[in-house]
Nanobody, 120 residues
Framework: QVQLVESGGGLVQPGGSLRLSCAAS????????MGWYRQAPGKQRELVAI???????NYVDSVKGRFTISRDNAKNTVCLQMNSLKPEDTAVYYC??????????????WGQGTQVTVSS
């Protein structure tokens, strides 16, 4: 059994910052890719940022230069530092991690989602 628990969402004014965290626990042998998606009301879920097992990163164009994804392999944690937030960043943010369990099976796991609202 593997669980991802997210934290760090909330309400922030335009131009402000938030830091999201996502910690995995349970039957974990190793973790490959980690990432963050978001879904705004009435829109499809989109990939925001992704980080490989060796630290290579990719971002959707709309957040480049403002968001930074990072990982702590010792803590099975992925973070998303969000700066210069805009109203269009308002969405539910979901973390995901590709995890191999103790039986050697790879699966994609998802967090419960955390609301980020950017508004004055």
């Amino acid at each position: 059994q593997v669980q991802l628990v997210e934290s760090g969402g909330g309400l922030v004014q335009p131009g402000g910052s938030l830091r999201l965290s996502c910690a995995a626990s349970g039957s974990i042998f190793s973790i490959n890719t980690m990432g963050w998606y978001r879904q705004a009301p009435g829109k499809q879920r989109e990939l925001v940022a992704i980080i490989s097992s060796v630290g290579s990163t990719n971002y959707v164009d709309s957040v480049k230069g403002r968001f930074t994804i990072s990982r702590d392999n010792a803590k099975n944690t992925v973070c998303l530092q969000m700066n210069s937030l805009k109203p269009e960043d308002t969405a539910v943010y979901y973390c995901t991690q590709r995890i191999k369990n103790m039986y050697g099976v790879w699966s994609d796991y998802w967090g419960q989602g955390t609301q980020v609202t950017v508004s004055s």
